[in-house]
């Protein structure tokens, strides 16, 4: 099965609201990486969280291995932050493979 | 600091042709990825290199598809020949082993073939 599974697969939120994205995995990681792709445009990387939590700006992500899961949270979304996330796990037995969950669409409307 | 760097930004083939892609690493940056992005498949490894040397090749990507690195900051993924099924973005991405780790992207470039 997917030792991947990224949700919701699309979320639509009014600005100034807050938006949570889940990870889970069903196998070992070395970490869990975050990207931000708009249409067309290329993966910008948000964070890389091999464990616990980690700030910057409005975004935090908390990676939890016992529970096998990785979270991406948005505070007071702005429109500006619509587009696709991406999470993208470094398998544990691996120092290079990245496993890609299949993105969540983020729509902020005005 | 100068990102990851890709050229050309699109590029249109006709089936049959050889296209070389070309890719700049983060300066300093010791690994370096090529991915192949579609809407159906999302992001396939294509090759992986440390320090120059490929370690990863891309296994059903090997017959038509090859990377070379011939220094620390040049790449080159060069598709021969090509075939329409080969349409999509070809992303290049680089990171610093035994630093952050993390993998930054390129702005990718864009293949046609018709």
């Known amino acids: 099965g997917q030792q991947v599974q990224q949700s919701p697969a699309s979320l639509v939120l009014q600005e100034g609201e807050n938006a949570e994205l889940q990870c889970n995995f069903s196998?070992?990681?070395?970490?869990m990486q975050w990207f931000y792709q708009r249409p067309g445009g290329s993966l910008v990387s948000l964070f890389y969280?091999?464990?616990?939590?980690k700030h910057s700006g409005r975004l935090t992500s908390t990676t939890v291995i016992k529970e096998r899961r990785s979270s991406l949270h948005i505070s007071s979304s702005q429109t500006t932050d619509s587009g696709t996330y991406l999470c993208?796990?470094?398998?544990?037995?691996?120092?290079?493979?990245?496993?890609w969950g299949s993105g969540t669409k983020l729509i902020i409307k005005p | 600091d100068a990102g990851v760097t890709q050229t050309p930004r699109h590029e249109v083939a006709e089936k049959g042709q050889t296209i070389i892609l070309k890719c700049e690493p983060v300066?300093?940056?010791?690994?370096l990825f090529w991915y192949r992005q579609t809407k159906i498949q999302g992001l396939e490894l294509l090759s992986y290199?440390?320090?120059?040397?490929?370690?990863?090749d891309g296994g059903a990507f090997k017959d038509r598809f090859k990377a070379e690195m011939l220094n620390s900051s040049f790449s080159t993924l060069k598709i021969q020949p090509t075939e329409p099924k080969d349409s999509a973005v070809y992303l290049c991405?680089?990171?610093?082993?035994?630093?952050?780790?993390?993998?930054?992207f390129g702005p990718g470039t864009r293949l046609t073939v018709l």
């Open positions: 991405a680089s990171r610093d082993w035994g630093g952050s780790y993390e993998q930054y």
């Open positions: 300066s300093g940056h010791n690994d």
């Open positions: 290199f440390r320090s120059k040397s490929l370690m990863e």
């Open positions: 196998t070992s990681l070395n970490s």
């Open positions: 969280n091999p464990s616990g939590t």
């Open positions: 993208a796990l470094e398998l544990g037995d691996s120092n290079y493979q990245l496993i």
